[in-house]
């Protein structure tokens, strides 16, 4: 079965750095388009960030650019989001998704939501001091 599960949020002040790692049981990451979306208190859900699946490329929500990196680990199926930088805005629930196309093809370049395949459980970021 299809599982997609996030680790590496917590508590950080302004300024610091957190590392996301998104894990993929049950099918390749290779083989999949995957993005990061964040959901803040009171707001829905956007996309952060997206990696091609074919040539790995990146594109970046513009609040995000130049402070978050996302990349892929083929050998542990993984997809990470380093994030630099960071602000009391980038505060909330970070989800990693998967869609099985070859290319990031939603809005600004990262996921339609409702092309979506699998969605992980989602993990907190706090930004405050």
């Known amino acids: 079965q299809a599982q997609l599960v996030e680790s590496g949020g917590g508590l950080v002040q302004p300024g610091g750095s957190l590392r996301l790692s998104c894990a993929a049981s049950?099918?390749?990451?290779?083989?999949?388009?995957i993005a990061w979306f964040r959901q803040a208190p009171g707001k829905g859900r956007e996309g952060v960030s997206c990696?091609?699946?074919?040539?790995?490329?990146?594109n970046y929500e513009d609040s995000v650019k130049g402070r978050f990196t996302i990349s892929r680990d083929s050998a542990k199926n993984t997809v990470d989001l380093q994030m630099n930088s960071l602000k009391p805005e980038d505060t909330g629930v970070y989800y990693c998704?998967?869609?099985?196309?070859?290319?990031?093809?939603?809005?600004?370049?990262?996921?339609?939501?409702?092309?979506?395949?699998?969605w992980g459980q989602g993990t907190q970021v706090t930004v405050s001091s």
């Open positions: 998704a998967a869609e099985n196309s070859p290319q990031c093809g939603g809005p600004a370049g990262i996921l339609d939501q409702r092309l979506i395949d699998f």
């Open positions: 990696i091609n699946s074919i040539g790995g490329h990146a």
């Open positions: 049950g099918f390749t990451v290779d083989r999949y388009s």
